[in-house]
């Protein structure tokens, strides 16, 4: 399968805890993308990386929130100190760069705070 | 700050109908793109069509197409023939920037489309 890959699909956790999503981008893109969808909602950017380097990060992005992306491949997001707000499903995006415009969307990963 | 907004929160279709989503948005960049994107009950968000907005020419994809009015900052897709398989939800989406500038998507809050046989 060469789309975009996020791992896990679904998680449950307890508030307080600390959660880590994964995302492979397709494998010659060098852009990735995360956002963030509530139901009813339509996807809110939470930052991208251009390879490794971290270009944009948005408001939404407190400081419980953290991306990484160490060696311009995959990417991870972790959650610290879990709230129940941010129940949502995260999605990963890639792109090729270069001006293309095209961004192609994993399944995303549910996540519910209980 | 860009928005995009969708003023019809559900629409419905007659199969092989013609049913039109509207979206419109607010910029005041000169370089941008306008996308229509489907989401199906799956939850994996595909591309259905693009709009560049240095082209006049509304964008065409086999069923899909778009009105795009440029100065009225209106990009509304035009789905004939509906099918069932194109029941989903529908989201319009803006992208700021042209080639090494490129950054992120603003999307709608989307149109939740059903398509009744």
């Known amino acids: 399968d060469t789309g975009v890959s996020q791992n896990p699909r679904h998680k449950i956790t307890k508030r307080g805890q600390n959660v880590t999503f994964r995302c492979d981008p397709i494998?010659?893109?060098?852009?990735l993308y995360w956002y963030r969808q509530t139901l009813g909602q339509g996807p809110e950017f939470l930052t991208y990386?251009?390879?490794?380097?971290?270009?944009?990060k948005s408001r939404l992005l407190s400081d419980r929130f953290s991306a990484e992306r160490p060696k311009g491949s995959f990417s991870t997001l972790e959650i610290q100190r879990t709230e129940q707000g941010d129940s949502a499903m995260y999605l990963c995006?890639?792109?090729f760069g270069g001006g293309t415009t095209e961004a192609f969307f994993g399944q995303g990963t549910r996540l519910t705070v209980v | 700050a860009q928005t995009v907004t969708q003023s019809q929160p559900e629409m419905s279709v007659q199969e092989a109908e013609t049913v039109t989503l509207s979206c419109t948005y607010d910029?005041?960049?000169?370089?941008?793109?306008l996308f229509w994107y489907k989401q199906p009950p799956s939850r994996q968000m595909i591309l259905v069509i693009r709009q560049e907005a240095y082209k006049q020419q509304n964008a065409t994809e086999n069923r899909f197409s778009v009105n795009f009015q440029k100065a009225a900052k209106s990009f509304s897709l035009k789905i004939s023939d509906s099918q069932l398989g194109d029941a989903a939800m529908y989201f319009c989406a803006y992208l700021k920037g042209r080639g090494s500038t490129l950054g992120r998507l603003y999307f709608g809050r989307g149109t939740q489309l059903t398509v009744w046989p």
């Open positions: 910029t005041s960049e000169s370089d941008y793109y």
């Open positions: 995006a890639s792109s």
């Open positions: 990386f251009q390879n490794e380097a971290q270009l944009e």
């Open positions: 494998s010659e893109h060098n852009r």
